[in-house]
Nanobody, 125 residues
Framework: QVQLVESGGGLVQAGGSLRLSCAAS????????MGWFRQAPGKDREFVAA?????????RYADSVKGRFTISRDDGKNTVYLEMNGLKPEDTAVYYCAAKLGGRAGERTYDYAYWGQGTQVTVSS
């Protein structure tokens, strides 16, 4: 069982930056593939970025955030990060951290067994 807690959301102007953090419970964090997803009002939850478990060596991004967002993990701190630069109004959403045991850095929400409560990111124009 993994519990996830996101932080770092907020209000930022277009072009600005934010860093989201997701702290995980448990002693086997390195075994989990981690993902970031987002959901805007009235829209489906969508994939943002994923990083595989420590031995997997895989990182994947949605096309809409490539070159602007960076996912990373610190297994010593049981934390995964999402550095967001060049933010746009269309990045406004609730951002969720998710985890699954091992496997690829996947894009499908239903592959992830554990989810955080979400953190709001609002980008003003």
């Amino acid at each position: 069982q993994v519990q996830l807690v996101e932080s770092g959301g907020g209000l930022v102007q277009a072009g600005g930056s934010l860093r989201l953090s997701c702290a995980a419970s448990g002693r086997t964090f390195g075994s989990y593939t981690m993902g970031w997803f987002r959901q805007a009002p009235g829209k489906d939850r969508e994939f943002v970025a994923a990083i595989s478990w420590s031995g997997g060596g895989e990182i994947r991004y949605a096309d809409s955030v490539k070159g602007r967002f960076t996912i990373s993990r610190d297994d010593g701190k049981n934390t995964v990060y999402l550095e967001m630069n060049g933010l746009k109004p269309e990045d406004t959403a609730v951002y969720y951290c998710a985890a699954k045991l091992g496997g690829r850095a996947g894009e499908r929400t239903y592959d992830y067994a554990y989810w955080g409560q979400g953190t709001q990111v609002t980008v003003s124009s």
